[in-house]
């Protein structure tokens, strides 16, 4: 099972829109509506940011916000705010061997 | 309050063997799905290994297939990941991680390094 490809780093300005990307196959981003998303601060562990592609957790800021479109998965993040800058990380259950899946990470600067 | 504790983790020889344990608590463990996830340092993270609530469905990376199990024990609130013939690819932060609905990771671990090196 091959990872998910994100792009390895996006980055704007604080108060612009980001968008990070999630690309699978039909075996599993565009398979099933099981795409989560995960933040992760250097030294922490991944916190759950959007489950079933699109919903928020409680406590996640309704600046998060999730899609997916055949293969791909979107996370995008409005209103940037400095504490946004982390690593990204998608995930999706897949019909394979192994449930799991993990999207290779994507680096959020705000500049 | 969620809380999920792993320890276990440090420095061992290629070829040695380690025992992750994971401790839970603030919730129904025995209800839960639970995995084992790890990242190399610098690297992005990696699912390894996932039990069912009852321990009858059972899943490994095919990175660690034939040299990890996972077990856990729902009277003591614990989940566990013996590891034998580490390798120094398996030098990583190992995370544990509670399966909620929709399959999604939706409580994590602070993680335990292992370091698997001569």
Known sequence: QSALTQPASVSGSPGQSITISCTGTSSDVGGYNYVSWYQQHPG????????????????VSNRFSGSKSGNTASLTI????????????????TSSSTPWVFGTGTKVTVL | ?????????????????????C??????????????????????????????????YIYYADSVKG??????????????????????EDTAVYYCARVGG??????????TLVTVSS
């Open chain 1, 44 to 59: 922490k562990a991944p916190k759950l940011m959007i489950y079933e592609v699109s919903n928020r957790p409680s406590g």
């Open chain 1, 78 to 93: 409005s209103g940037l705010q400095a504490e946004d800058e982390a690593d990204y990380y998608c995930s999706s259950y």
């Open chain 2, 1 to 21: 309050e969620v809380q999920l504790v792993e320890s276990g983790g440090g420095l061992v020889k290629p070829g040695g063997s380690l025992r992750l344990s």
């Open chain 2, 23 to 56: 401790a839970a608590s603030g919730f129904t463990f025995s209800s839960y799905s639970m995995n084992w996830v790890r990242q190399a340092p610098g690297k992005g993270l990696e699912w390894v290994s996932s039990i069912s609530s009852s321990s009858s």
């Open chain 2, 67 to 88: 040299r990890f199990t996972i077990s856990r024990d729902n009277a003591k609130n614990s989940l566990y990941l013996q590891m034998n013939s580490l390798r120094a």
């Open chain 2, 102 to 111: 929709s399959f999604t990771f939706d409580y994590w671990g602070q993680g």
